[in-house]
Antibody
């Protein structure tokens, strides 16, 4: 059974940093691109970042470029999102999502809430 | 960026109704479109990929159609479990983008 479990969310002050994690199980992790997708309270879904199975390509949404860093550790079956210079508008539930070979998201974690507030 | 526009934003329907949600892309995305269902406090769930392919385990009452810039998600006979918010997503080109969502409410 495919499982994605996010952790590390919490309350952080504007301008602060936070690293969130996603632990994967039930599939050959290194064979899949992984993504972060976020959802602000009461709002829709917004793609954040993608990382390929070998970490050879990494992509970010424009509004996150330069502030967020995605990485993965295939030995630990985990993907990470390091977030810095956080703003109130980064407040959201952050979901980890597996990307099928055709680039849609076939499995999602339960999400972790990041709140940016003073 | 490719903009995805869903209509309507909210839809009121009754159990047993046939409902249709439309998703329009700002440029052609061929058939690179997925549909997701999201219930309150839960993660999105994949329903349809490549515009019309039903994900394994999804009830056959769901169907998708379209190509190019116009797509539809149809729920053939609305069930109590189908009241949720539905999102389309294009995966033709980065950045992957979602529609704003369509909330299906009980009438």
């Amino acid at each position: 059974e495919v499982k994605l479990v996010e952790s590390g969310g919490g309350l952080v002050k504007p301008g602060g940093s936070l690293r969130i994690s996603c632990a994967a199980s039930g599939f050959t992790f290194s064979h899949y691109n992984m993504n972060w997708v976020r959802q602000a309270p009461g709002k829709g879904l917004e793609w954040v970042s993608s990382i390929s199975g070998s970490s050879s390509y990494i992509l970010y949404a424009d509004s996150m470029q330069g502030r967020f860093t995605i990485s993965r550790d295939n030995a630990k079956n985990s993907v990470y999102l390091q977030m810095s210079s956080l703003r109130a508008e980064d407040t959201a539930v952050y979901y980890c999502a597996r990307e099928d070979g055709s680039h849609y998201f076939d499995y999602w974690g339960q999400g972790t809430l990041v709140t940016v507030s003073s | 960026d490719i903009q995805m526009t869903q209509s309507p934003s909210t839809l009121s329907a009754s159990v047993g109704d046939r409902v249709t949600i439309t998703c329009r892309a700002s440029q052609s995305i061929s058939s690179w479109l997925a549909w997701y269902q999201q219930k309150p406090g839960k993660a999105p769930k994949l329903l349809i990929y490549k515009a019309s392919s039903l994900e394994s385990g999804v009830p056959s009452g769901f169907s998708g159609s379209g190509s190019g810039t116009e797509f539809t998600l149809t729920i053939n006979s609305l069930q109590p479990d189908d009241f949720a918010t539905y999102y389309c997503q294009q995966y033709n080109s980065y950045p992957w983008t979602f529609g704003q969502g369509t909330k299906v409410e009980i009438k």
